[in-house]
């Protein structure tokens, strides 16, 4: 239930223009509605009042695909500060998000002394009727209603809701790579482990995953995806095994060979970023060896070990000369994950200054990133390889972690969806450097106040990383972003092999495990009233995404094109994000978030930019909504009507001019 302003509200209600279509009953036609008892209502002059708990509905039918946006006003006889009764809609008729499913769509009351009571609902595009009920009459209510009210909204209506969109193309800020949309793809997750299969073994999803991940926007691939660098070792699975079992003391779940992800990343057409592993490496001996007494080699059992910084970096040459690396295989070196958490300064230097030297001999041109430590710039120029580095990274750079209401480990979807965690802020302490910024993995929210279990999967992460990644992309200085994870049913982008819990709100693993069949609803829909216990959607052995994964997809078309200069001006202070710039063929896109829960017109103001559009966007009813069916896609082109169109409420949009 949102609590919409007041002077938002006056705006939206003062707006001019009339509906191409509207319905309207007034207090006697309500009362002959399904479900009226007469002893349960009375007339009192123009409203209509309950004696006791009554519920109403009538069905309002339609074309498919004939309106796009609705407005539901319910007006009373006397102001409240709270609805006094309850609305719901219930589209039906065709399988896309928003039929066959309780939506309350009437807000908390929207000003004190208000009354009239406004919804705007999407219509799914294959929806034929609109359900209405109306209950009147709880918990002691003796509210008069005097009209309900179902009307088709245009862009006329909404000109108390304008957002103007200003774009300069001229003044460019940044171009975008396909490393800015990447995502720790974690050699540990069985969706991954399937998906990187010859397509001759049993068990391999090969060319399924090779289709999911093109559709996701992934462009880029951290390999092997965070802390686990320190545990694999490229020369096999084996050799990997051993090293786990060494360091965490238990078997790796489904360790990805580094032959077989790199074959499978580049059929895919994704970019690889490789880290190399700071604490161990394999000898000629097939013998694991820690390369310093660090943390890592103390955690697996090694005390006070030597350095051994040449034979590492002999190690690495080994792996150029035998085939493990082969030049261009790796499109980023990334020497290391986190190790200011590891190994002190001078001992990171030196693994730095052993293995870069081999790179840039094995693989001349290739860039190369070092973990952000302080006094490692100078240490790296007094060891001779500073100049070879190419960018320092930053994890997770916020200036601002936004703390939910009202405590933690909280499911606030609302606030998370708007969370902003000012990338820029943190971002800007860097740019004196002479390097760049790789931001080698992030997400747009802090981890340890929110329950990511519920939030990641949720239609509020996709906002809140529509409203904080174009912050990456518009920084030339930053050349890599990289989200954590892909792959996880805890803080992934996508799942795999996975169960939904629709009451809990979270993704299970199956284990490969055969699920019990679905309940149908009793009309043979999809739906299943979550609550009942068995509500639980399955994807055996499926590859699912999420609004995050959609999100990061919409983003990825800028990826070889750029970011231009652009601004939104409001007389409401609208919360959302714009991201104006060029796709790598020079197609004009515009990518716009709405965070909030009504829809708002924008005008664009861009100089050339095309009326015939292709239209890509994701919306849903609730924040909360996050496995495929809970929210709509639509894909379509359209044209714009003097730089106009409608964003609906909790959307993101992306336009690409033809």
């Not at 969706?191 to 462009?219: C, M, W, Y």
């Not at 430590?373 to 580095?389: F, I, N, R, S």
């Not at 979270?506 to 043979?524: A, M």
């Not at 001006?569 to 197609?587: H, I, K, N, Q, Y």
């Amino acid at each position: 239930m949102m609590k919409i302003t007041g002077f938002l509200l006056v705006l939206l209600l003062a707006a001019p223009g009339f509906a191409a279509f509207e319905r309207r009953w007034n207090a006697a036609e309500i009362a002959g509605w399904p479900g009226a008892v007469p002893e349960a209502l009375r007339r009192d002059g123009n409203a209509l009042r309950a004696r006791k708990p009554v519920l109403l509905e009538t069905k309002v039918h339609f074309g498919r695909g004939q309106y796009r946006l609705l407005r539901l006003t319910v007006r009373t006889a006397e102001s409240a500060p709270v609805a006094p009764f309850t609305v719901i809609a219930l589209f039906q008729g065709g399988r896309e998000a928003g039929n066959h499913y309780w939506n309350s769509v009437v807000r908390a009351g929207i000003t004190p002394g208000s009354d009239c009571y406004d919804s705007f609902l999407t219509v799914p595009a294959d929806a034929t009727e609109l359900g209405i009920k109306l209950r009147l009459g709880d918990r002691g209510g003796t509210a008069g209603i005097t009209d309900v009210t179902l009307a088709e909204v245009t862009p006329e209506q909404l000109t108390g809701s304008v957002v103007t969109v200003s774009v300069d193309p001229s003044k460019r800020l940044a171009s975008p790579t396909a490393f800015h949309f990447g995502a720790n793809v974690v050699g540990n997750f069985p969706g991954i482990l399937a998906g990187t299969r010859p397509a001759s073994e049993p068990g391999s999803r090969r060319s399924d995953f090779i289709r999911f991940v093109q559709s996701t926007g992934l462009r880029a691939a951290r390999y092997p995806g965070g802390t686990e660098s320190h545990w694999f070792l490229p020369e096999s699975v084996g050799a990997t095994r051993r090293l786990f079992r060494l360091t965490e003391r238990r078997d790796p779940a489904c360790p990805v060979g580094w032959q077989e992800f790199k074959s499978t990343m580049k059929e895919a057409g994704i970019k690889i970023i490789y880290q190399l592993n700071t604490s161990f490496y394999l000898d000629d001996g097939n013998e694991i060896r820690p390369i310093d007494d660090t943390y890592f080699p103390r955690k697996a059992g090694f005390r006070e070990s030597p350095p051994r910084y040449a034979e590492a970096a002999a190690a690495l040459e080994r792996n150029f000369r035998n085939g493990v690396f082969v030049p261009g295989d790796v499109d980023y070196w990334e020497i290391g994950n986190e190790e200011f958490a590891y190994m002190d300064s001078g001992r990171y230097a030196k693994v730095c200054a052993a293995f870069i030297p081999v790179i840039a001999r094995y693989d001349p041109g290739r860039p190369i990133c070092v973990t952000g430590m302080k006094e490692l710039p100078e240490k790296l120029k007094a060891l001779g390889v500073w100049d070879q580095v190419t960018g320092v990274t930053t994890h997770y750079p916020y200036a601002a972690w936004p703390r939910p209401t009202p405590g933690y480990l909280t499911a606030d979807y609302r606030s998370f969806a708007n969370a902003d965690v000012r990338f820029s802020k943190n971002l800007a302490h860097s740019a004196g450097s002479e390097k760049n910024i790789s931001v080698s993995e992030s997400s747009v929210y802090n981890l340890f106040t929110y329950d990511f279990n519920r939030m990641q999967p949720s239609f509020a992460l996709g906002l809140a990383l529509a409203g904080n990644w174009p912050e990456l992309l518009k920084n030339g200085k930053v050349d890599m972003a990289v989200f954590h994870d892909f792959e996880s049913n805890y803080f992934g982008l996508t799942r795999y092999d996975a169960g939904f819990d629709e009451v809990g709100r979270r993704f299970h693993s199956l284990d490969g495990k055969t699920p019990p069949p679905r309940q149908e609803g009793s009309d043979g829909n999809w739906f299943v009233n979550p609550a009942k216990s068995n509500s639980v959607r399955c994807y055996p052995k499926e590859y699912v995404p999420s609004p995050g994964s959609e999100v990061m997809a919409m983003l990825s078309a800028f990826a070889g094109g750029s970011v231009c200069a652009a601004g939104t001006e409001s007389a409401f202070g609208f919360p959302g994000t714009v991201l104006a710039g060029t796709g790598a063929g020079g197609r004009p896109l515009l990518f716009v978030s709405n965070p909030l829960e009504i829809p708002v017109l924008v005008r664009l103001r861009w100089p050339g930019f095309p009326a015939e559009c292709a239209l890509r966007r994701i919306d849903a009813d609730s924040f909360a909504a996050a496995a495929p069916g809970e929210y709509r896609r639509r894909n379509a082109d359209i044209t714009l009507s003097g730089g106009r169109f409608i964003l609906p409420a909790r959307s993101v949009t992306l336009l690409a001019g033809k």
